[in-house]
């Protein structure tokens, strides 16, 4: 499985990114998909996750309300739409995966279940 993020950039606070993460060598059909993120200095927070067989979306309580994780499975895409977006926000965003697991319950929080991650791309909120 390979993962490559994109879309991030700078932005003003208040305003709107799309990070985009494309899935190659393996289906979007049964697999769980996450969004992490490590700002300057602090430690790795799991942002989101989707499990694409049912479709079921797990939030950080910090995005939860503003940030909205969807999948195309035509285009084996998953995206991250971010709203609202504050300085805080700004990290590396990673895009991770694993095939085959539901993302279960709050495991897919540490990271620790993903074996598959991608490069990053940088949003900075100013």
């Known amino acids: 499985v390979q993962l490559v993020e994109s879309g991030g950039g700078s932005v003003q606070a208040g305003g709107s990114l799309r990070l985009s993460c494309v899935v190659s060598?393996?289906?979007?059909?049964?697999?769980?998909i996450g969004w992490f993120r490590q700002g300057l200095g602090k430690g790795p927070e799991g942002v989101a996750a989707?499990?694409?067989?049912?479709?079921?979306?797990y939030y950080a309580d910090s995005v939860k309300g503003r940030f909205i994780i969807t999948r195309d499975k035509a285009r084996d895409l998953v995206y991250l739409q971010m709203n609202s977006l504050k300085p805080e926000d700004t990290a590396m965003y990673y895009c991770?995966?694993?095939?085959?697991?539901?993302?279960?319950?709050?495991?897919?929080?540490?990271?620790?279940?993903?074996?598959?991650w991608g490069q990053g791309t940088q949003v900075t909120v100013s």
């Open positions: 060598g393996y289906t979007l059909g049964n697999i769980c």
């Open positions: 989707i499990y694409t067989g049912g479709g079921n979306t």
């Open positions: 991770a995966a694993e095939p085959g697991w539901d993302c279960y319950s709050d495991s897919w929080r540490s990271g620790l279940g993903f074996g598959y």
